[in-house]
């Protein structure tokens, strides 16, 4: 139970009539895997690695690829369509869809760079609070 309190500071548990909760905040709300996730998460192969993925997908279900202004949204700080707008205006005349940043099998790693220089430029790092609380004050006991 221990184990599984400190990976979930969040947790509440009631063991033999007594309550147990590491970090006490009724308002703490979890990051979850719906979340948009942040560029400054990413390097170079994982963001290569996500565009590629989700090209394949489109072609797969016979879609058109995402432009790069939909790929862009789909990060956190980059929901705004200006913001997009302008990471879609700085690819262009190279790249207007994922498909563009394709070379042959692979995606094209100078494109992807960019890519990447871009989104992160026009965000800011999630700050730590935001994902959750874990630290030393919480596992000190243990």
């Known amino acids: 139970m221990v184990g599984f309190a400190l990976l979930n500071p969040h947790a509440h548990f009631t063991v033999n009539g007594q309550d147990f909760q590491?970090?006490?905040?009724?308002t703490f709300k979890k990051w979850r895997?719906?979340?948009?996730?942040?560029?400054h998460?990413?390097?170079?192969?994982?963001?290569?690695?996500?565009?590629?993925?989700?090209?394949?997908?489109?072609?797969?279900?016979?879609?058109?690829?995402?432009?790069?202004r939909q790929f862009a949204g789909l990060f956190d700080g980059l929901k705004r369509p200006g913001k997009q707008k302008l990471i879609g205006e700085a690819m262009e005349p190279a790249a207007t869809t994922?498909?563009?940043?394709?070379n042959g099998n692979g995606m094209d790693d100078a494109k992807m760079f960019d890519l990447l220089s871009l989104m992160k430029e026009a965000t800011t790092p999630i700050k730590s609070a935001k994902l959750g609380i874990l630290g030393k004050n919480f596992i000190s006991d243990f």
């Open 33 to 39: 895997p719906d979340f948009p996730t942040s560029p």
């Open 98 to 102: 994922l498909e563009d940043l394709a």
């Open 41 to 68: 998460w990413y390097d170079l192969e994982a963001l290569t690695k996500l565009a590629s993925g989700l090209l394949a997908n489109s072609r797969n279900e016979g879609r058109s690829p995402l432009t790069i």
């Open 22 to 26: 590491l970090a006490p905040l009724k």
